[in-house]
């Protein structure tokens, strides 16, 4: 018997499914797509991999949605492709001889489908109307809330559900996915800096397990990867923008080195361990590269960002940026330009010392401005031209740190008890022009690019001088009542930089041998100048006379420095596969270096005579690589051994004084070295990376080992002595473990958790004879968290039709309670008994945000969720100063960001 009912209640669910798929062809049909676009050529290396693999390379690279059912692909292996093709011809190559084939609907959407002797053969049966509806609701994705929907959806977005591992990054030099790069390395695109709120170079290092950054209370800072940093000479860890190196060598006045904002970014790589054979010196524990967005030949597009936010107990935080960049000429000429401001509003009072009268509310404002064009030439499809200008401003007033005996952390009360507002303005322009040149078998890339720097500023030296010159912590505070009383420290550096490179590779990376070679120049030079002013100088004696009555226009202190750093190199590296995924690697790199430095000191301490500085360095360096990895399916292990160095240097006089000679005498050192060599480290790495459970799981994990030889080390402290001396300080060694895993737990929910384990100390104790203490000890901390971790989860929804999100992140740094001079009481001259080691930190942030449209996307968050105060870099600069100076945390803060971006 036939249930009327129930077939009426079939046919009609019937006719509304057909009315559904025939609005959705015709929604397909009017939307349309760009024609134009699917013609262009576009370079494409995608090796032979399963199908799903492939096509999900394929739409990554393309940017198209490709809708396909799985029980059709998953056991088809795919042909190999290398070179310029259209997207059917890609298309084509790709699936040529296999059961598939592949075409464009008219809104641009990729589809596969079974080819025609295979549906002949599939006749007898039909697709079932289950995966009809699926496609549809897919293709339906794709239109409303763009390409991207269908692709997030299908094939696994590289920067909402899987997080980095699918980010193409170029550490090896070649376009690669995180999981195919045999090394321990993170990346942020464009869209996960926005979503996890990263602004600056601390907010990338604090969610970077293995990577510390600190700021201390002058204008210097301080990176360390994998525990590689000694915070002196010429610098540990590369800093890029593009191809450009632009970290600073410790010249005088302790420079910081120079970071990009985080507007405008293709992506940000930090690379673990020494990257000493293709990056060469300055990239001895890592290297941290921002990578700008490059300008379209064939599509339009604009991004913006404009953010709100209000700080607990501070002022407004804002930001706006702009980024417009297209075709000039069609496939030939294109250009990108953008400008971005930012004002991070302040949250620290400046108080009068002793009297708590306040000066200044929120005095710590920092502003930001920057501007970047770019332009790319390609008069035919085997050269293109690109020059670039990147503009960077930073206007801090007032440094980021407080003082202990002022502020009261648990409620957010952050003072500071200068005499004046400090302020600093570093600014930097960077042109560029790079050219790329395709012969067919191998490519030939050239960078060129000059870096012209300038930092200058005006800081309160009162604190400093007093714990110079005091005795006790009463003669110390009696000083504050002195009227006028305002030692200053007027100080800059201007870097001008050089840098030349040319590469030239292989095309054909589906060979067995794989190569590239290159040549390296740079040439940097560095200026600084530091100039101490204190009328109140003899009252420290009390003889209450004025320093101009007794040497008239002489500076207390002046110092102006220039030094020069250069470096030739010749790299290369070889891969050859010896057999299906066994691979070996093996590069080196051999560079002539050479520093050489001027400077002329006049202080008090020499009578107020002009001393003449200079001195001279150079070697021959050679970084080696080893490397040996195996490849199955989506899986890879790995194992190298990297060198690394830094260049080494040369060191000003130290004046015969008696306070120096006396302080140099308690080292059991008759004079400071005139220069120091370059220090090195080995490092060796095993690693593994793996895509499980049907891609939704991707874990990489490394261990390593790294031996650092000759440490460059700075040796201050010197009682009555207010000079420093480099020189190198035995070895150390730094082992640990990297874990990273991303696991896509539904379509929806996504995890993400990085590990970061480091352990670094001194493998050696020096001590010269008739020294009252050790120069370096056996044991003691280089410093840096041991435990890092960074934790992420992100759920996707969707809230009126429209695409949502909510996200949460968390950073964790642990204390580091091993020793350091300043904490052991061997050290006589350095060890402070009120000093306590780094405290540990906490950091949660989250943030729901909805897609307006394709490119309209709005969120609120929350910084700094738990409102911690930890207080960060404390110290003070004598025993018998009572004021401890910290960086604080910015507290918690509430904020609303739009980004713009089609």
Known sequence: MVDKKGAGLKGYKRRIEILCYALILLLLTASGYDAAAAQERIFLEIPAKPAPEALKTLSYKTGRSILFQTNEVETVETNAISGKYTLLEALDLLLDNTTLSGGLTESGVITISLSASRHKTDQEGEMTSRAIKGSLLTTVATILFGAGAATAQDTGDASQNAGSDQIVVTA???????????????????????????????????????????????????????????????ATTGIYID???????????????????????????????????????????????????????????????NELALTQGGDASYETGLAVGGPIVEDKL??????YYRMDGGFIDRETYLSGITQEENANDLETYAARAALKFQPTENISISPSVYYNEIYSHENLRAWENLSDASNGDYVIGTFFGEENRDRYVLPALDIALDLGAVSIASSTSYFRRNEDGVYDYTIYDLGAFTSTPEQFDSFFSIPGFSPTNLSGNDQYNWNQEIRISNNDTDSRLNWIVGMYYGKARQTSYQSVQNEFFFYYFGDEVLYSDVYGDAPLYDE????????????????????????????????????????????????????????????????????LSYEWGENLVYASATKGYRIGGANRSIPFTEGCNTALNSLGIREAPNQYDSDSVWSYEVGTKNTLFDNSLRVAASVYYIDWSNIIRGVGGLQNCPYEFITNLGDATSKGVDLQLSWDLTDSFSVLASVGYNEAQFDTTIRSAGAVQDLVTEGHTLGGSPWTVALSGNYETMIAAMPAYLRADYNFRSSNKDPIPGRDPNYPTMYDPLQRPEPEFHDVRIRAGVSLNESVEISLFVNNLLDQHPKLNRSRVSTVSPVFEYTPVRPRTVGLTAVVNY
């Open 172 to 234: 090896t030099r070649r376009e690669a996915t995180i999981q195919d790069v045999p090394l321990s390395i993170e990346a942020f695109s464009q869209q996960k800096i926005d979503r996890q709120g990263l602004r600056s170079i601390d907010d990338v290092a604090n969610f970077t397990p293995g990577v510390n950054f600190s700021r201390t209370a002058s204008t210097a800072s301080n990176i360390s990867i994998r525990g590689i940093s000694s915070g002196t000479g010429s």
């Open 560 to 627: 102006n420095i220039e030094a020069s750093d250069s470096q030739i190199a010749g790299f290369g590296e070889v891969s050859f596969e010896i057999t299906d995924g066994l691979t070996a690697t093996a590069g080196v790199r051999y560079a002539h270096t050479s520093f050489d430095f001027t400077g002329v000191v006049t202080s008090v301490f020499s009578g107020a005579v002009p001393v003449q500085n200079g001195g001279e360095q150079s070697e021959n360096p050679i970084t080696p690589k080893f490397a």
């Open 243 to 305: 191809d450009t190196p632009v970290q600073a060598r410790s010249v005088g006045s302790q420079p910081r080195n120079a970071y990009p904002n985080t507007f405008d970014i293709e992506r940000v790589e930090v690379l673990r361990g020494p990257q000493g054979t293709l990056f060469g010196a300055g990239a001895e524990g890592g290297a941290v590269r921002f990578i700008t967005r490059k300008p379209s030949l064939d599509d339009y597009s604009v991004y913006s960002r």
């Open 334 to 339: 294109g250009f990108r330009i953008s400008g």
